[in-house]
Nanobody, 126 residues
Framework: VQLQASGGGLVQAGGSLRLSCVVS???????????MGWYRQTPGKQRELVAT???????NYADPVKGRFTISGDNAKKSVYLQMNNLTPEDTAVYYC??????????????????WGQGTLVTVSS
């Protein structure tokens, strides 16, 4: 299973960015995504939750991003998105997507797993 994140970049304070993350697996397996989310990390700090969304469920946001960020998912595309508006320099971080899923192997065996993308850098200038 691989998660590919994209959409990071440099933006001025008050601007917007949209992050995307797509999950892919073996051609011989079937994926069922339970939840996906975004986390972020700055140097010297622990990775922190930004937003998560469960399949068929309501989104969950960290307090610092409530009202500014919107998470959405597309199960058919096995993708999750993060629309970030009114960005501030405090949002500068490497953003990681995360997926909690079941993968059915070719022999029918389900394997549960939690996976991370490679991270995409968001830099907000003042």
């Amino acid at each position: 299973v691989q998660l590919q994140a994209s959409g990071g970049g440099l933006v001025q304070a008050g601007g917007s960015l949209r992050l995307s993350c797509v999950v892919s697996g073996s051609p011989f397996s079937t994926l069922r995504i339970n939840s996906m989310g975004w986390y972020r990390q700055t140097p010297g700090k622990q990775r922190e939750l930004v937003a998560t969304i469960a399949s068929g469920g309501s989104p969950n946001y960290a307090d610092p991003v409530k009202g500014r960020f919107t998470i959405s998912g597309d199960n058919a595309k096995k993708s999750v998105y993060l629309q970030m508006n009114n960005l501030t320099p405090e949002d500068t971080a490497v953003y990681y997507c995360n997926a909690d899923l079941l993968e059915w192997q070719s022999d029918g065996t389900p394997v549960a797993g939690n996976y991370w993308g490679q991270g995409t850098l968001v830099t907000v200038s003042s």
